[in-house]
């Protein structure tokens, strides 16, 4: 039977534990301190509810009243004009494009990498992870000139830089503290933070513990 969502007057968000674009919406939520259920999906499984809401039966899939949205990017822009504090993305029109590019290079050139890590050939990972490894120290300028990436404040960039970096040890690529000291800092100074901690599932907690 499907869910009703014209009478829940708390969001919903269908989320993968181990998602990469799931993980991005769970920081937001967490950074707007935004009331959720969340219900997590088997990527792999069968959710009626899911595909009732979502034609391309894909987490993750946020459900407002009426409104369904389910591509990562459309999300995170719908919930920081909804709920604007603490705001996400800069209102300068040239900054934002210059975020939004941050974000589609992730998206183009290095969250592909982290699925060939994860599903692909012997040697086809091991080319992933040094394209990765390389694409990473390729940004290390950027943390002489921003507290954070491309920003002194916490955007959504780091929103979905997080996730990413989260993951490395378990994808096995090392950033070196003699090179990548300015990376190493920053992930620390995300991962500290109450709102990513609030955002981890337990599977995602268990990427650390493996570590």
Not at 85 to 96: D, G, K
Not at 165 to 188: F, Q
Request: some cysteine; glycine content about 2%.
């Amino acid at each position: 039977m499907g869910i009703s969502t014209k009478k829940r007057s708390i969001m919903i968000l269908y989320s993968s534990s181990l998602d990469l674009e799931s993980h991005r919406v769970r920081i937001v939520l967490a950074e707007k301190g935004i009331p959720v259920d969340i219900i997590e999906i088997d990527r792999y499984g069968k959710q009626e509810d899911l595909f009732e809401l979502n034609p391309y039966n894909t987490t993750p899939t946020l459900v407002d009243r009426e409104l369904v949205l389910y591509n990562s990017n459309i999300i995170m822009e719908y919930l920081d004009e909804r709920f604007p504090h603490p705001p996400l993305l800069p209102i300068y029109p040239v900054t934002r494009a210059k975020f939004r590019l941050m974000i589609f290079r992730m998206d183009q050139d290095w969250y592909p990498l982290v699925k060939t890590i994860q599903t692909g050939k012997p040697q086809e990972q091991e080319s992933a992870r040094l394209k990765l490894q390389n694409g990473l120290l390729s940004i290390l300028p950027l943390f002489n000139e921003y507290e954070y990436l491309l920003s002194d404040t916490f955007s959504l960039i780091d929103c979905c830089f997080a996730p990413l970096l989260w993951r490395l040890p378990s994808l096995g690529v090392e950033l070196s503290p003699k090179h990548a000291k300015a990376l190493i800092d920053y992930s620390k100074k995300i991962f500290q933070r109450e709102t990513f901690q609030k955002s981890l599932t337990e599977p995602e907690l268990e990427l650390c513990r493996k570590k």
